[in-house]
Each structure stands twice: as C-alpha cells, then as structure tokens.
C-alpha cells in the first residue's frame, strides 16, 4: 500500500522486515566491513557471518552513501509521497542523520513542492524502530503531516525506553560508542551493566549487576518501572542463537504475555551493524508508552 506520507529510516530500527514492507517504509542499509570489504547490512551480510568473523577480529560499521540515501527518498517521492518523515538512530551513535539532513536539504532545494522532517529519535535499535511505529500508525490514521511530526517529537525522548545487557563491553569500546557507561574492570569481575540511551542520546549505564543472569533480571524490573499501569508495546530482542541467550528471551517474554497492559509485541534480533558494536549475547527490552 503506498501513502502519500513518505516514511523512511535506516537499518538501525531494527523493526521486522514484514512490517517495513507492509507499511511502505523504505530503509536505507547501515553498512558492515569486514576485511575492507563493505556489505549491505540485512540484505549482504547475515549475523552468522559476522559472529564468527568477530571471535578472531574486529569488524566496522559505515553510512549508508549519500547516493543510496538520495535513492530511498527519491523513491518516495516517484511513488507519490510529496510530505516525507525520515526517521533516524541517534545522531550521537551514528552520522546517518547528518546525511538524511543533507539529502532532505538538497531535495527540498530541487523541489520546493516538497515538505521533508527528520527525526532524530535520540534511541538506538528497536528503541528507534517503535518510534517508526508509531509514525507509520499514525500514517495510518489519516493525520496530517505537521499533526504526524507534533506528536512524534513531543514523545522523545519520554515515550520510548530501551534497555539492554551485553556479556562484553570490548566491542563498545572498539567502536568508540562507550558513552557514559561503565568503564573498563567490568569484563574482569563479570560485572554486566544494564545499558540505555539518555537524553542526549547517549549511552549510559542504568545499573550494574554480577553476571548476565542478574543483569537481565534487573534491565526488566527496569522495564516494568518505565511502563508501570500504562499501555504499552513492546520489543523484545536478542543477537546470536546461544541456549542461554534464547532462554533468557523466552522468559521476558513470558512474563510480558501475563501483562495486560500491553497492546502489541515486536520480537527479533538486532541488525549486523549494531551487533557490530555490541556483540554476541545481547539481550534487549523497549517499551513505546500507547497513549
């Protein structure tokens, strides 16, 4: 179905492929290198290939290309869309919202017919992937453009939380995107941070807990103080197939099942390029307030 509200976002939301294709959403692939080579994320690349490639070595993450940035909205625009809301991760996490800016820009000059937004969401993952959500929904709905852009913006960053646990912080590290979280005696004492994006849009550590175990414990008492009684959906997902990480997953998932308050349920794994950053393991929550 196509809408004549363009919507685009980058790999980075991590929201299920289904769901992009059903709603008209196009995403520009976030970039993973390994050996110098460069691949598409999603679509070259699977989370198999760079799990292994990472016990030995240390894979990289790029922008998508100015070009490939251009194309996605270019093909909003030949589809009929003259109002187009671009939807980003962190502009503190990555420069993919630097470069939808500059190619809204461009476009705009091109054509003073068209109207683009971009969002910077000031979230990472499926913390970002919700607040697409919301925005395709109210595509959905039938309102307006700048009614689309109000409430979407009114509702970062205090509408959506995402939080997640990882065994290792040396990809982190690695990758520059430590931010504010715990330094680097961690990994020696098998202290795991339960870790989170701030206001900023940085990382920061929501608290500090001996094994993963316990760190997944607290990331959900976590995510059950964000959505207390309010309506909510939710976004449970994980990087790797070990047992102990898949166990881990069923059994948030369990306990979110029991909860009334939830209105509907994303569950997945992160994108290639974000696994590049945080490794094997990781165990993830987000929760978008349904008001």
Not at 166 to 192: E, F, H, S, W
């Amino acid at each position: 179905m196509v809408y004549i509200i363009g919507l685009i976002c980058d790999s980075g939301c991590d929201l299920p492929q289904e769901y992009i294709k059903q709603n008209g959403i196009f995403s520009v692939k976030l970039k993973v290198i390994l050996d110098d080579v460069m691949y598409k994320d999603l679509e070259e690349v699977q989370e198999e290939t760079v799990i292994d490639y990472m016990k030995t070595k240390f894979p990289k993450t790029s922008l998508p290309s100015h070009a490939e940035v251009k194309e996605g909205f270019t093909e909003l625009i030949k589809s009929g869309c003259n109002e187009i809301i671009g939807i980003t991760i962190s502009g503190k996490l990555s420069g993919t919202n630097n470069m939808f800016n500059l190619v809204a820009k461009e476009l705009m000059q091109e054509n003073k017919d068209l109207c683009i937004e971009i969002i910077d969401t000031l979230s990472i993952s499926i913390g970002t992937g919700l607040y697409v959500y919301k925005t395709a929904e109210l595509i959905k709905k039938g309102r307006s453009f700048s009614e689309i852009i109000k409430n979407v913006k009114e509702s970062i960053p205090k509408k959506v939380k995402v939080f997640f646990t990882i065994p290792t912080l040396k990809y982190l590290k690695a990758g520059g995107r430590i931010g504010k979280v715990m330094g680097t005696l961690g990994d020696i004492i098998n202290i795991k941070p339960v870790i989170s994006v701030n206001e900023e849009g940085i990382y920061y550590t929501v608290s500090k807990d001996r094994g993963m175990k316990a760190s997944v414990e607290s990331m959900y008492k976590h995510f059950e103080k964000f959505v207390e009684n309010q309506k909510f959906v939710v976004a449970v997902y994980k990087a790797g197939v070990q047992p102990i990480t898949n166990q881990f997953v069923q059994n948030i998932l369990d306990n979110v099942q029991k909860m009334k308050n939830m209105t509907s349920k994303f569950t997945g794994t992160i994108s290639s390029a974000l696994l590049v950053h945080t490794g094997d393991g990781l165990v993830g929550i987000a929760a978008l307030i349904d008001d």
